[in-house]
């Protein structure tokens, strides 16, 4: 029976380890699994040891991946499962995607309150907006409007719309009923609802456009 002669540390993957089989080079290893089969210089190497192994090698590989993955930036469940297929281990899902949520490393919620957050501080988008770019990501309605309601505390969609309207009209003296329609297209890119852009334009006059200066 082959025998577990020499057990070696990597050295650029210091949590991973080498093993070698009567004095051969067999396979390297995360280091969690030597404690999990306590495996020691002169042990027997199975086949049945070979085949957990390289099964749950795979899988710390895989889980490792996704901790670097995820420790970019925050992540949802769809972008997690999408990096899987890409990475051809999305057959691990049902057992990795609960491992992380488990860890808190992976939530929805956490995800689409910090989206939220990030694309109307910065980008100044609106509801609409939020929601498709949240529907694209696989979120829940019900975490979506939640969390869209619960910025509402902190952010006036109408403010934010009329806001934007005041820098585009700086300099104009007579807004036109073409300017008219080029905002109302503008903020319905940016996603804001027609109550909000109603608001933010009710209170400029629009003139005709062929209207002698």
Not at 58 to 80: D, K, P, Q, S, W
Not at 82 to 111: A, G, T, V
Request: glycine fraction near 4%; charge should be positive.
């Amino acid at each position: 029976m082959p025998k577990i002669t020499k057990i070696t540390q990597q050295k650029k993957l210091r949590e991973r380890f080498n093993l070698f089989i009567d004095g051969k080079f067999e396979l390297g290893v995360d280091g969690s699994l030597l404690l999990k089969y306590d495996i020691k210089v002169g042990d027997e190497y199975t086949d049945e040891l070979r085949l957990n192994l390289e099964n749950d090698d795979r899988i710390e590989m895989a889980y490792t991946g996704l901790l670097n993955f995820i420790a970019f930036r925050e992540r949802c469940e769809h972008e997690v499962k999408e990096w899987l297929f890409k990475k051809k281990y999305q057959d691990l899902s049902d057992e990795l995607i609960p491992r992380l949520k488990e860890k808190n490393y992976l939530n929805d919620e956490r995800f689409a309150r910090l989206f939220i957050r990030d694309r109307v501080k910065i980008k100044g988008y609106g509801p609409i907006r939020l929601r498709h770019e949240l529907n694209s990501k696989r979120i829940s309605k019900k975490i979506t409007e939640t969390e869209i309601e619960a910025i509402r505390d902190d952010y006036d969609f109408n403010q934010m719309a009329l806001d934007l309207v005041e820098r585009k009209l700086r300099n104009t003296d007579k807004p036109t009923y073409k300017d008219k329609k080029r905002l109302w297209s503008f903020l319905q890119s940016r996603g804001f609802e027609g109550p909000s852009i109603t608001f933010a334009l009710q209170g400029y006059t629009f003139v005709r456009d062929d209207n002698p200066s």
